[in-house]
Nanobody, 120 residues
Framework: QVQLVESGGGLVQPGGSLRLSCAVS????????MGWYRQAPGKERELVAR??????YYADSVKGRFTISRDNAKNTVYLQMVSLKPEDTAVYYC???????????????WGKGTLVTVSS
């Protein structure tokens, strides 16, 4: 089994910072891409940032404010968020595309989410 466990969410004032972490554990052969999605109340889940083999992608709404990084030795992905805005309020979900064996196809796995609330 594979587990993704997020941490680091919470309440922060506008302009503040938070760092999210997501640790992947279980039967892992290889991890290709890892990323963060978010879902605000009444909205669809959206891709925030993604990292794959050293290349990164950011949604336009977070460029220059969020930084995604990855520790391959720890199977952990991070999302450093600065200059947070009320519109960043959402549940943030970790995603990993990984293989559980040498002959298996890559599959997407998800964490349960961590709530980020930006409010004064």
């Amino acid at each position: 089994q594979v587990q993704l466990v997020e941490s680091g969410g919470g309440l922060v004032q506008p302009g503040g910072s938070l760092r999210l972490s997501c640790a992947v554990s279980g039967s892992i052969f290889s991890i290709s891409a890892m990323g963060w999605y978010r879902q605000a109340p009444g909205k669809e889940r959206e891709l925030v940032a993604r990292i794959s083999y050293g290349s990164t992608y950011y949604a336009d709404s977070v460029k220059g404010r969020f930084t995604i990084s990855r520790d391959n030795a720890k199977n952990t992905v991070y999302l450093q968020m600065v200059s947070l805005k009320p519109e960043d309020t959402a549940v943030y979900y970790c995603n990993a595309n990984l293989r559980t064996g040498w002959s298996s196809d890559g599959m997407d796995y998800w964490g349960k989410g961590t709530l980020v609330t930006v409010s004064s």
